[in-house]
């Protein structure tokens, strides 16, 4: 456990080295809700409001978690090869990766909320709901991150191993999420948690199992 | 000798043409709107059965390249995620003739629809993988991590998804992400098993012929 909570430490400090990266995930979120409110004109309706912030919610988890082990250099990867355990490595990436996209998530949804209404009725299970997403996207974003940073020479890469597999998880996120837009709802809400906790801890034990086959070189 | 080879080859296909002649000639129950379109389930669910059982052939030699790297359990692999998705397609092409005759359009959205797209465009993704890697050693590696990666991801939306999911057009739901064998009329049920089991042989049969294939075209390359 030291060893994870050291690599977050040196994740977060190279982070903070390069304050434009993260500067920059942040400008590409801003300019998807701009544009989703010029596209809109600010009169969303609840269903597309729902699965507008959805969308854009996905696409700036893949933006950010791109970098998970894209952003090593070669020799940095051997590097840390030599110094740490495989499982720690994607372990510390996923639990930094679940982070900065719950950290993204809430920033996207205030500024979402204050461009084109709020539709929640029910915050807190929303923020529970985003808690619940960030770990699944994290998950499966950073493992499918270090499948396509194996292969440099195709840039879509990322986009296209983690859209099929991030399916479920999104249609599950947006059924949930539309739960907290109306007071009264009949919907299965326990199933669908218990769902998206299944999916999540999978997602995690799966990347924890099958990482050191992608590390070894 | 030969037939101790190749018998299940002929029962294969006998089982197929024995499905086609009998599913085309028996007498069908008469349910409202679907009528004489009920023989379709006789193919087109055939089809999902062969190209799941095509699927998990193809998880079981990714993990045992995973344990043991030979590369002819890598071509053993693909060759199956290929007829596997071959199978998958003409399971989506069956479907969508017989919606359009029964439900009024080709796509609903519907729980099995959307599992199936996203079964399809998984192994879409896992067949561009590999062809963006050269590495022979390093495809077959990462391309099997990632099969059974999406396998696993995507068994829990199959099969827990469906189950949840309010309504369904599909016949013999509410809880079942198959087929509602239980509400099957017998006779149906005398032509539908022989038809999966058969197709399953055949499928069998090309996924054999395919690895030959790509392991003789291999070593000419090496040449």
Known sequence: MKYVFWLIHRDVLLELRQPHVLSGIFLHTLGSVWIAYLAFKGMVPANTWNGLIWIILLFSAIHASQRAFGGDSMGRRLYYYTLANPRHIILAKIIYNTLLILFLSIITSSVFILFNGNAIVLPARFIIILLLGSTGLGGILTFTSAIAAQELRNFSLMSILSLPIVAPLLLLLINLSASTLQPMNTQPIVGMLMALLVLDSLSIAMAWVLFPYLWKE | ?223
């Open chain 2, 1 to 223: 000798m030969f037939i101790k080879e190749n018998g299940w080859k002929i029962i294969g296909g006998l089982l197929v043409l024995y499905s086609i002649i009998v599913g085309l000639s028996i007498q069908v129950p008469q349910l409202p709107i679907i009528y004489e379109s009920i023989r379709n389930l006789f193919y087109h669910v055939s089809m999902w059965f062969t190209m799941t059982a095509m699927f998990a052939t193809a998880l079981i030699f990714s993990i045992s390249y995973l344990r043991n790297p030979l590369l002819k359990k890598d071509i053993a692999a693909v060759e199956a995620a290929r007829v596997g998705f071959f199978f998958g397609f003409l399971g989506l092409a069956t479907g969508m003739l017989w919606a359009n005759f029964t439900w009024g359009k080709p796509w609903t959205n519907d729980p099995q629809l959307n599992g199936a797209a996203t079964a399809l465009l998984t192994y879409l993704a896992y067949f561009i993988l590999r062809s963006s890697i050269e590495d022979q050693e390093k495809k077959a590696r990462i391309s099997a991590v990632y099969n059974i990666f999406a396998f696993v991801l995507m068994l829990v939306f199959i099969g827990v998804l469906p189950r949840m999911a309010e309504h369904s057009i599909h016949p013999g739901k509410s809880g079942n992400p198959a087929l509602g064998v239980k509400g099957l009329d017998p006779r149906m049920r005398l032509v539908f098993y022989p038809a999966v089991v058969g197709w399953i042989m055949i499928a069998l049969w090309i996924w054999k012929i395919r690895i030959r294939l790509t392991t003789i075209r291999q070593k000419i390359s090496e040449f």
